[in-house]
């Protein structure tokens, strides 16, 4: 066999593989994902537009909607805060148990919400830890608005600093120490240097961060107390309507959580567009 025809059927080969793995990808996605995206949409439109929308207007529904957007409004700028001054430390600085804060900053990754929401009753509920001590002042954390924050907090802490340590890690100090042999002091150079060297990735942490903190479900479920109306979150009040054999209604509400995810991943998809134009522009 020539080496011309060895060449054509490798290629060929290749070729069949190619289009093989393409369509096994697209198969499996369209399954597990497209497929169950597709059916939130089709339940919540099944007894009409007029229906779903009634059930978003109903009392309990929106309450749920106000707890996910309340928690959101204090957890996101929280982790934002924290997540900065993590990758900041870990990234521009050489300290003992440097790689120790950075194992503690990755562990929400590796730990259940579940063990975070049990966790948490085991310190600040009324037979935890602290227990006696928040009862004697009358101080309710567990099973009001406080747990919830605290546990999402807790789950959602990563995501924002995850984005940056590796980004200003990349970027190094060279930009700051030349700011500081200007005679920038440290708030100048953050804001002024690497604040908008970082703005993108930070954008992007806090678009992930937001998107998990209302569609947090583990350790609010343990920490809430699901109370219809007053501790239940958009997550878990998709559970309650489940549960009382209100699918439509389940699924219209799971419908926002889903419109949610969608809208992250177009803002994640710009802002990744963007952030590369903006590093082209400065390459050249």
């Known amino acids: 066999m020539s ?24 198969l499996v996605t369209a399954l597990v994902i497209g497929a169950p995206v597709l059916a939130v949409f089709v339940q919540a439109l099944s007894l009409g537009v007029g229906y779903a929308l009634r059930s978003l207007a109903e ?18 700028p929280i982790n934002t805060l924290f997540g900065i001054a993590a990758a900041w430390s870990i990234a521009k600085f050489r300290f003992p148990g440097r790689k120790l804060l950075l194992a ?25 830890l602290l227990g006696p001590f928040l009862e004697a002042h009358d101080l309710k ?7 919830i924050i605290l546990a999402t907090t807790f789950v959602t802490a990563p995501f924002v ?4 340590i590796p980004l200003m890690q990349l970027q190094g100090n060279g930009d700051e120490e030349v ?3 200007l005679g920038a002091r440290g708030w100048q150079t953050f804001f002024r240097v690497t604040l908008p060297n970082i703005r993108w990735g930070l954008l992007y942490g806090v678009v992930l961060c937001n998107a998990r903190v209302l569609g947090e479900f583990g350790a609010v479920s343990i ?8 501790t239940n979150t958009l997550p878990l009040h998709v559970e309650l309507l489940y549960h009382d054999y209100n699918a439509a209604g389940a699924f219209a509400a799971a419908a926002v959580l889903t419109l949610v995810a969608l809208v992250t991943l177009l803002v994640k998809t710009l802002l990744e567009r963007v952030s590369g ?8």
């Open 277 to 284: 134009q903006a590093g082209a522009r400065r390459g050249h």
């Open 223 to 230: 920490v809430s107390g699901n109370i219809r109306g007053e």
């Open 179 to 181: 700011a500081a042999t």
């Open 59 to 76: 009392p309990d529904t929106r309450a749920a909607i106000l707890l996910s957007v309340t928690v959101a409004i204090v957890v996101v």
């Open 3 to 26: 080496a011309s025809s060895r060449v054509s059927r490798a290629g060929a080969q290749q070729g069949w593989s190619h289009y093989l793995l393409i369509g096994t990808v697209l």
């Open 141 to 147: 954390i567990m099973f009001a608005l406080p747990g």
């Open 104 to 128: 503690i900053v990755e562990l929400p990754f590796s730990v259940s919400p579940i063990v975070a929401g049990i966790s948490y009753l085991f310190v600040y509920g009324a037979q935890g």
């Open 161 to 164: 600093a995850r984005e940056l």
